[in-house]
Every structure is written in structure tokens, then in C-alpha cells.
């Protein structure tokens, strides 16, 4: 039986493509076993450029691009709706926002979860605070927010001051002084870390198109 | 001749299977691409409903390609197609450089570069070369031939769609940071 030239084509081609594919997805295995994520740094290393990132905005469903460095101090909060901790800490910054103590800053609350997620909160379904879903997985990879909280104080020339988990309305305090640094100033305020209060795998929670 | 042109063929059709199948593995993150072409406001809901056209859309013309391979329009949409890719490309290198085009969704760490703009000339000129006409012997298949075919490229896009999704979660760069 003859077969026709076009599926003799098609099988090689095919095969090719699945090689191909193999080899990707062997090699990131490989990868992974030599990676474990319990040694991967929690948060953004200090001293470091802060990463831009893309978000929708839960107040108007709309995706923002945030740019640190663009001369307004960023007090960067990675929380989810479902973290107790989290909502201590969206209490916290809502105390301190309320005192005028985050003056001057932009206080931004991210999230993995669906609008609709916050519901389930009342520190999230009350705050006031720009509240928005993360677009892209890559920007918990670059945060390094493994785990929530994660409060990031990012100064006006867009540089990490501070990042550590964060709970307590001094913590909240500690870390808008942070983003106040002045921009010559070399070193970051150091921060005493706690143990993260809430392992939530911000990654395995990305975002699924159109879930809002 | 034939079997350099069927080669071009099946192979765009591979590459809109395993692009399509990509994307979809991380649509909101292709959504924050297209953004980039659409100089108005638009929802999220409908940006993302549109990231999520496009690879299925991708997806559909490569299955249809490579299972249908009589039906010579589908070589003139496979090249409309890659013409679009060099628009995009071109537009992208123009005024979004250095963004990341997630044009295999997390598969490829590509952004909007002179390369990226290259390689979809390169595309373009293998999808005309498969306008070209080839004998109707040759692409003469059988039902079976053809659910066989349907099938593998259906287990090609989930295994892109897989292989995207381990990548997308373990392995991306972080976004640059570039003052807007």
C-alpha cells in the first residue's frame, strides 16, 4: 500500500515538533530537581531595581502597568483574601493610610485571586486601597512572593528599600519609611523578617483568563 | 519540489498547533501582550477574551492545515497569518522593543527585537512557499489518515499547552523594568 506523500511528510514533521517539545520540557524537569523552592529567596533582594508589573485593577476592571522609579515611593502589598495574616496586614495599612501616615505613597494591594475572592474578606471588602489581580505568573517569580504576606517598600527611584513579611501597623510604619529614604542614600532600612504567616502558592493561584 | 513544499506546510501548520497551545497555557499573560497593539482602553474581560480568540484561533487554522491539506485556501490564511506575524513583529520592534512578545506563550523567552522581526520574515517566506501547487496525489488521505492526523496534533497542542505551563510557572523572566 502506498502511502501518500503529504502524510510520510506530516508523521516526520510531527515527530519533529514532539522532539522538540521533549527536549523542552526534560530539560526543565531537570531543572527542577536541582531547584527547590524552599531555597529560593522570599522577596525581592534589597538594594535591587524593582521589577514593573502589569495589573487589573479591581475599582474600574482595568489593566494598569505600575513602573517604580518613576518618582513616587511604592509601598507593594502581596496578599490574598483567603490569608488571615493578610487581612491583618490590609488592616494595618488601612490604620495607617487612614492617619495619613502613607502619605505621599502609592499603596498598592496585589493579589492572585478573582475580584470576586474578596468577598470572602472584610478587611479586603472594606479597604479602600488600589486593589489589583497580578497579570503575569512571572511577577511573583520576580517578587519572590512564594508565600503571603509580602510587603515590598520600593523608594521614587524605584529601588527595594525593604521586603519581608508584615503584619503589625509598626511594621506598616517601618516600611513607608523605607520608601522615604533619600535616594542617595546606599543602604535599605533593615527589617526584621518573621516567619511568612501564610504558605499560599501565589503561582499554583495565577490567574485564569476571564475569571473576573 | 513537493516534498519541500509539504515540509513548509506541515511545518507552519506544527507551529501555529504548538504557539496556539502555548498561549492558551497562560492566556492572561498573552492578554498584557496584546494590550500592547490596542491603543484604546479595553476591559480585562475582553482583552483576555481576545488573547484567548487569537490562540484558538491560531489553533483551529494549524489543526485545519495540517489535517486538511487539500483545501489550498487554508495555505493562503497560513500566509495571511505570518504576514500578520511580520506586522506585529515589525509594530512591536517599532514602539514596544524589548517587551516580551509571548508568541509561544511561556515556550519562549523571545521579546520584540531586529531577530524577532527576522524570524517572521523567515515565516512568511516558508508560508509562501507552501502556495505553492503540489500533484493532488500526493495529499490524497484516507479518513483514518486524517482522525490519525487530527490526533496528533491534538496531542501536540496539549503537550505545548503542558510544556508551557511548566515553564510559564517555574521559569519566566521577570518583566523589564523600563520606564514606560
Known amino acids: 500500500m502506498k502511502v501518500p506523500l503529504y502524510l510520510a511528510v506530516a508523521q516526520w514533521m510531527l515527530l519533529f515538533a514532539f522532539g522538540l517539545l521533549l527536549i523542552v520540557v526534560f530539560r526543565q524537569l531537570g531543572r527542577l530537581l536541582h531547584k527547590d523552592d524552599a531555597t529560593a529567596p522570599f522577596g525581592p533582594a534589597m538594594g535591587s531595581k524593582a521589577a514593573s508589573l502589569e495589573y487589573s485593577r479591581f475599582a474600574d476592571n482595568t489593566v494598569q502597568y505600575l ?6 515611593p511604592i509601598l507593594l502589598a502581596f496578599v490574598e483574601p483567603t490569608c488571615p495574616s493578610c487581612e491583618q496586614l490590609v488592616l494595618a495599612l488601612g490604620t495607617a493610610e487612614h492617619a495619613g501616615e502613607l502619605s505621599g505613597l502609592r499603596v498598592l494591594l496585589l493579589t492572585s485571586s478573582p475580584k470576586s475572592y474578596l468577598k470572602v474578606s472584610d478587611a479586603f471588602r472594606a479597604t479602600r486601597l488600589e486593589c489589583g489581580r497580578i497579570l503575569a ?4 517569580q520576580v517578587y519572590g512572593a512564594t508565600s503571603t504576606p509580602l510587603l515590598v517598600a520600593i523608594d521614587r527611584d524605584g529601588v527595594v528599600r525593604a521586603a519581608a513579611p508584615a503584619i503589625q501597623l509598626a511594621e506598616v510604619r517601618a516600611f513607608s519609611r523605607a520608601c522615604l529614604l533619600p535616594p542617595d542614600k546606599g543602604e535599605s532600612i533593615p527589617i526584621t523578617a518573621a516567619a511568612p504567616q501564610h504558605e499560599n502558592d501565589l ?3 495565577a490567574p485564569a483568563a476571564g475569571a473576573d | 519540489m513537493d516534498v519541500l513544499v509539504l515540509c513548509a506546510k506541515t511545518a507552519l501548520a506544527c507551529l501555529l498547533i504548538v504557539a496556539g497551545g502555548a498561549k492558551l497555557s497562560d492566556p492572561a499573560s498573552f492578554a498584557s501582550a496584546v494590550r500592547l497593539f490596542i491603543p484604546f482602553r479595553v476591559s480585562w474581560p475582553l482583552l483576555s477574551a481576545t ?28 500566509f495571511a497569518i505570518a504576514c500578520a506575524f ?3 513583529s515589525a509594530v512591536g520592534y517599532a514602539f514596544h522593543r524589548g517587551r516580551s512578545c509571548r508568541c509561544f506563550g511561556a515556550l519562549s523567552q523571545r521579546r520584540f ?25 500526493a495529499l ?18 496539549v503537550a505545548a499547552f503542558t510544556a508551557a505551563r511548566v515553564r510559564g510557572t517555574r521559569n519566566e523572566p521577570g518583566p523589564e523594568v523600563a520606564a514606560q
Open chain 1, 67 to 72: 513602573t517604580p522609579g518613576d518618582g513616587q
Open chain 1, 137 to 140: 505568573q512571572a511577577t511573583t
Open chain 1, 203 to 205: 503561582e499554583a493561584a
Open chain 2, 113 to 137: 527585537d531586529a531577530a524577532g522581526v527576522l524570524r517572521s520574515a523567515v515565516i512568511a517566506g516558508v508560508a509562501a512557499v507552501a502556495l505553492a501547487h503540489v500533484g493532488g496525489a
Open chain 2, 86 to 88: 511580520v506586522a506585529v
Open chain 2, 51 to 78: 488573547a484567548v480568540g487569537i490562540s484558538l484561533g491560531e489553533l483551529g487554522v494549524g489543526l485545519a492545515s495540517l489535517t486538511l491539506p487539500a483545501i489550498t485556501a487554508l495555505n493562503a490564511l497560513v
Open chain 2, 140 to 157: 490524497q488521505l484516507g479518513a483514518t489518515a486524517r482522525t490519525l492526523l487530527f490526533a496528533a496534533a491534538g496531542i501536540l497542542a
